[in-house]
Structures are given as C-alpha cells and as structure tokens.
C-alpha cells in the first residue's frame, strides 16, 4: 500500500499517514485559523492531474464547463454558477490542477484586499492540503502553497513548502526563482545565491532576482 508522506494540519507539515486503496480525496487537516478544513463532496472524479495525458476527455469535460478563461481570470462566472462554485468543482474533481489553486488563491488574496466579497466557503490552504494528500509527488501544489504563505507574510512556513518542492524538482528553474526571492525576504543570501544559479540556467528568467543579490553584495557576474 503507497504512504502518504504528510497528513497536513493548520499549515504546518505534520507525521505521515497511509493512503486509502482507493482513488479518493478527502478534505484534510485545518485551515490557519485552526477550523478543520471542509468542502463540497466528491461527485465526479478524483483525477490527478499529473495523469491528465490518460484523462483528456475528462480534463476537458470539467474545464469547459466550469473552467473557462473567465473562470481563471476571475472575471465573471458561468451561466451554472459563481466564479467560487465553478473553482470549487474544478478543485474537487481534479485537486491538484495547479491553474486552478492559484486561482482560488488569487480569489483569496482579493478577498483580503477588499476587491472581492468573502469569504468563501473553502479557503484556499485546504485546496492545497487537499491536493498535496491527493497527488504528493505533485512539485506544483507545494510551490502554489508556499507561493500563497508568502503572500500572507507567513515566510518560515512558506519556506517549508518551497523546500518539498525543490526535494521534489531540484532542477526546476521557476520554483527555484520564487524560492531565491524568499530566501532574500528571509535574509538567507547563501541559500538564496544557491537556488538562483539554478534559476538562471533558464536564460529568460526575469533579472530582478540578480539585482536584488546584487544589492545585498551577494552576487557576482
């Protein structure tokens, strides 16, 4: 029987727990305010997205109808439903689907930011609980929640989430470009100099991390 590496709670990564035999994606752990983390049931799927080549038909079915650009982009919702209800049956039949958590995510964000009404009714850290309990090989969900710790100013905890995902894809040059940024916040320049050479082995990415190491005196051409 597979094992589940981490059985999440209250944002923290936490002892390991067995998977069930079955293809099934339970609502784990809590949200940050401590609350256990609950949502919608089942109904159709659990897909992992890392398998989206064997489930196409399926994939697509679901993004049609409740995934449009416009959905993505939070700027309006289908004739089915809300942009939160169509996010959330996306996220239910498909957990891991890494454009669809960073929508949830950016949903949220707005919410905070007061340009959009809350709250919703599954906050985004038990999407991504969720997820990473569904699929744990899966490098995405863990950047997306470091990605969204950081943005709520939680840096030691988001750092957590971004070292599974760089365990998990070392080479990756996008995570390790958001990771650097963040070791920088956390004034971890040694590290933060480690990961942006691996960063820039893609040759587009972005020069404002090297200018930032630079700044700090922690960088040379």
């Not at 609980?129 to 950081?150: E, N, V």
């Not at 030691?156 to 040059?173: G, Q």
């Not at 470009?177 to 990961?195: C, G, M, Q």
Request: net charge positive; hydrophobic share 35%; with cysteine.
């Amino acid at each position: 029987m597979p094992i589940k590496p981490f059985l999440l709670l209250s944002g923290l990564l936490l002892t390991p727990v067995v998977a069930l035999s079955k293809p099934v994606a339970p609502w784990v752990g809590a949200t940050l305010n401590g609350d256990a983390c609950s949502g919608g049931g089942q109904g159709y799927g659990p897909f992992d997205y890392l398998e989206r080549g064997r489930f196409k038909n399926e994939l697509q079915l679901v993004e049609m109808a409740h995934f449009t650009s416009g959905i993505e982009n939070l700027s309006n919702g289908n004739e089915g439903g809300s942009i939160e209800g169509n996010l959330n049956y996306t996220l239910r039949a498909w957990p891991n689907h890494p454009r669809a958590l960073l929508s949830v995510i950016r949903l949220q964000l707005n919410i905070n930011k007061k340009l959009s009404k809350g709250p919703l009714e599954t906050p985004p850290e038990c999407y991504l609980q969720r997820a990473i309990y569904f699929s744990p090989d899966d490098t995405s969900s863990y950047s997306l929640y470091g990605y969204y710790l950081k943005q709520l100013g939680r840096l030691e905890d988001a750092a957590k989430y971004y070292e599974k995902a760089v365990k998990l894809s070392p080479k990756d040059a996008k995570i390790a470009y958001s990771f650097s940024l963040l070791l920088i916040d956390l004034k971890r320049y040694e590290e933060a100099v480690k990961y942006a050479k691996i960063a820039y082995s893609n040759p587009r990415a972005p020069q404002k991390l090297k200018q930032l190491l630079k700044s700090q005196g922690v960088w040379a051409d």
